[in-house]
């Protein structure tokens, strides 16, 4: 999918919510376990009550390779079921040498069909230009992450006063453009979040850590958003686990119904879409 796809996807449908399916075998509802693909069909449910509030689904392989072969058939039946016009993202924090860097961007684009997958950008430039090379597919880097450990690295300052993320963020841009890269930047890092705008203006942001980790999406849509929205806000668990009985897909959609109406409004307050004609 390219930006301009995605950009209009948002605006038809008032959303910038990524959902997560960090779907989880021992956390699905017990009725579910009678199929024979459990996730398969604990992710079937939440596409099918979802779709039309989210603009992006985030497949975390976590979740999937920690059950070998099975785990793996599970992705590839979620990710051939979610519709067409949905930006899918594999979550795999992929990053090594460039001839590796290579297979695991054929293995995400080519072989599971994905439009982005998630890098961490600690080798450098050649581990991540591979994952840049396929028309209308993304990369997306890691900037500043929403978890405690940030504090180890990102948030240390350089000689210069610069901190870290700072520097990968400026550097990394230089990699890509604002139509196949883009940045995670933790949804609990509020402080950081509108001098990581200014940075770079155009990018889009992947941005976890709305619900369970707390991170405020008022805040960071004020602190966040640009013209095109630029923002794909990702929420996990406070969705897919809204419920955890025989309803659990429609306590999901209900959940999903409040970002997406939240959204909605910050877009018409930020990021207004222009005239027709302008
Ligand atoms: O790259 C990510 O998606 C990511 C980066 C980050 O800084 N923090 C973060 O939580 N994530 C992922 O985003 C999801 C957050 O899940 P919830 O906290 O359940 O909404 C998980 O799949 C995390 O692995």
Known sequence: MNRQELVHSIREKQSYLCIGLDTDLHRIPRHLHTHADPVFAFNKAIIDATKDLCVSYKINTAFYECMGIRGWESLQRTIEYIPEGIFTIADAKRGDIGNTATQYAKTF????????????????????????????????????????????????????????????????????????????????????????????????????????????????????????????????????????????????????LQYQSEMASLLSSIAPAPAVGV
Not at 109 to 136: E, H, I, K, R
Not at 139 to 160: C, H, P, V, Y
């Open 109 to 256: 684009f080519d072989t599971y069909n994905f439009d982005s997958v998630t890098v961490a950008p600690y080798m450098g430039q050649d581990s991540v230009t591979p994952f840049l090379a396929f028309t209308d597919k993304w990369a997306i880097m890691l900037g500043l992450t929403s978890n405690e450990g940030s504090k180890d690295f990102q948030l240390q300052r350089m000689e210069d006063g610069e901190y870290l993320y700072e520097k990968v963020l400026k550097t990394g841009a230089g990699w890509g453009t604002p139509d196949n890269l883009m940045f995670v930047v933790g949804a609990t890092q509020t402080e950081q979040i509108a001098r990581i705008r200014a940075l770079v203006p155009d990018h889009f942001f992947l941005v976890p850590g709305v619900g369970a980790q707390g991170g405020d999406l008022a805040e960071i849509s004020k602190r966040g958003m640009n013209k095109d929205c630029g923002l794909l806000v990702n929420v996990s668990r406070g969705i897919i686990y809204a419920g955890n009985g025989e309803d659990f897909a429609a306590d999901a959609r209900t959940a999903a």
